[in-house]
């Protein structure tokens, strides 16, 4: 029986031994997406400006949406650009945790190979999801330069905040990967879960406009904080709330390490049930 180490610093050592491996399966993710299509990968830069603009124009324009938060004033365009923020957040977590629960079975090539690196696929879907997270984020820019001007200068504290936020993704990503190999109906939970998450979460509104008790549940929501943080540093020009973001990433590293441990402690079964 094959015995896999359940150390992080085995996935570490992993990482460093696969570079060109998981440089190699993330590329050919990212380009699989828009394989056979005629513009190719043009559509990561192509979709996200349609859907900002649809939100301009909708929320902006027909709806005279504002946000009401109390701290900008009635800005045109603003609401378009919090919302679309948070659902970039959003798609993030969304792409990963779907498509977690059928990463092994449709790689099932893999898992028949002792010699082969499971530990990597979970990696390769992160930095694929990213790899598109960063094109909606570079759209997102590009638009706030048109309608606000020079960005924030604590946009460059983005990856500080969204870096507890791709291991919380990461974790989860691990085991879910290693249950959905067991219980296949864990796709269709995860998908009704994802869905509850997005409405729970402050994506359509300010967090503050909620009453207090409200407010306690909806940061029960793992969304909502790097969503707030990052409008936060992109959009408000404000710091983050460190002691807040320190103990997110605290339970960020803490479900990566249980994720993990639960990854390498089932995989040794993935073969007998695949």
Not at 208 to 226: C, E, F, G, K
Request: charged share 10%.
């Amino acid at each position: 029986m094959l015995n896999f180490s359940l150390s992080p610093m085995y996935l570490v050592r992993s990482l460093k031994k696969n570079f060109q491996l998981i440089k190699t399966l993330t590329k050919r993710d990212i380009l699989g997406r828009y394989k056979g299509s005629f513009m190719g990968l043009l559509w990561s830069f192509l979709t996200p400006l349609f859907m900002l603009s649809v939100y301009t124009f909708v929320f902006g324009e027909i709806l005279k949406v504002r946000w009401t938060d109390g701290s900008s004033g009635d800005v045109p365009g603003q609401f378009a650009m919090l919302l679309f923020a948070g659902l970039i957040v959003f798609n993030l977590f969304a792409d990963c945790v779907n498509r977690a629960p059928t990463l092994i079975l449709s790689n099932v090539s893999y898992v028949k190979k002792i010699v082969f690196p499971l530990e990597i696929m979970p990696i390769v879907l992160i930095l694929s999801t990213l790899f598109h997270t960063m094109i909606s984020f570079i759209v997102w820019l590009a638009v706030y330069v048109i309608l606000f001007g020079v960005p924030q200068s604590t946009l460059l504290l983005l990856p500080v905040v969204i870096t507890p936020f791709i291991l919380l993704m990461l974790g989860l990503v691990y085991f879910l990967a290693a249950f959905g190999v067991f219980v296949r109906d864990i796709s269709q939970v995860v998908g009704l879960v994802c869905t509850a998450l997005m409405f729970l979460s402050p994506i359509f509104f300010p967090i503050s406009s909620l009453p207090d008790a409200y407010q306690q549940v909806v940061h029960l929501n793992p969304l909502t904080i790097p969503i707030e943080q990052i409008r936060n540093v992109i959009y408000f020009g404000e710091l983050p709330e460190w002691e807040l973001l320190a103990n997110y990433l605290s339970i960020s590293i803490l479900v990566s390490i249980v994720g993990f441990y639960f990854f390498q402690k089932t995989r040794k079964a993935f073969a007998d049930v695949l």
